[in-house]
């Protein structure tokens, strides 16, 4: 089993920015996949970022490169989302999920376990 607790949503301003953690606990997850992935009010559950584990490979969705940066803390087995320049349509619950195995995933069915998530609202 893997623990992960996500915190830092909360409102700001479009152009603004937020950080959010992942702090992941339980088994060894040293050749996994840690993902951020969103879900908008009305909207299916959408991937964000990945980053592994081992070697620190990051993917991203088309919407949010060059504007999102995940990345991970070995040490304190926590990952990251930098959130730059955010957009009203930013605005979503974004969760936290592991992959125990095999490559990244764009596709949410393919994490095993999920945080509770953390809100992040953009005001326009």
């Known amino acids: 089993q893997v623990q992960l607790v996500e915190s830092g949503g909360g409102l700001v301003q479009t152009g603004g920015s937020l950080r959010l953690s992942c702090a992941a606990s339980?088994?060894?997850?040293?050749?996994?996949?840690l993902g951020w992935l969103r879900q908008a009010p009305g909207k299916e559950r959408e991937f964000v970022a990945a980053i592994r584990w081992s070697g620190g490979s990051t993917y991203y969705a088309d919407s949010v490169k060059g504007r999102f940066t995940i990345s991970r803390d070995n040490a304190k087995n926590t990952m990251y989302l930098q959130m730059n320049s955010l957009k009203p349509e930013d605005t979503a619950v974004y969760y936290c999920?592991?992959?125990?195995?095999?490559?990244?995933?764009?596709?949410?069915?393919?994490?095993?376990?999920w945080g509770q998530g953390t809100k992040v609202t953009v005001s326009s």
């Open positions: 339980g088994r060894t997850f040293s050749s996994y996949v």
């Open positions: 999920a592991n992959k125990r195995a095999g490559s990244a995933s764009y596709n949410p069915g393919a994490y095993d376990y």
